[in-house]
Nanobody, 130 residues
Framework: EVQLVESGGGLVQAGGSLRLSCAASGFTFDNYNIGWFRQAPGKKREGVSSISSRDGTTYYTNSVKGRFTISRDNAKNTVYLQMNSLKPEDTAVYIC???????????????????????WGQGTQVTVSA
């Protein structure tokens, strides 16, 4: 059974940090590109960051560049999203997703190709207070 399980969310003050984890199982993790999306109440799901399986190429949406860092540990089947200098507008449910068979240029395109992701987690809530 394919599973993506997010953890690490919580309540933090503006300017604080959180590290999200996405633990994968049920598929060959090394072959999959991983993306982080977020969805705030009343808003569309937005692509935040992605990392390619093939060469580790990364992508960040403009609003998080310089503040968020995505990384992966293939030995642990886990992708991380380090979030620093958090802002109230970062408040959302953060969801990781996996896709395979795509070149890095597609995985790291802007906007992130949400429809091409095969597997999705349930999400973890991040709340940033002012």
């Amino acid at each position: 059974e394919v599973q993506l399980v997010e953890s690490g969310g919580g309540l933090v003050q503006a300017g604080g940090s959180l590290r999200l984890s996405c633990a994968a199982s049920g598929f060959t993790f090394d072959n999959y590109n991983i993306g982080w999306f977020r969805q705030a109440p009343g808003k569309k799901r937005e692509g935040v960051s992605s990392i390619s399986s093939r060469d580790g190429t990364t992508y960040y949406t403009n609003s998080v560049k310089g503040r968020f860092t995505i990384s992966r540990d293939n030995a642990k089947n886990t992708v991380y999203l380090q979030m620093n200098s958090l802002k109230p507008e970062d408040t959302a449910v953060y969801i990781c997703a996996a896709t395979t068979g795509l070149p890095p240029t597609v995985v790291t395109a802007s906007p992130m190709p949400r429809a091409l992701y095969d597997y999705w987690g349930q999400g973890t809530q991040v709340t940033v207070s002012a």
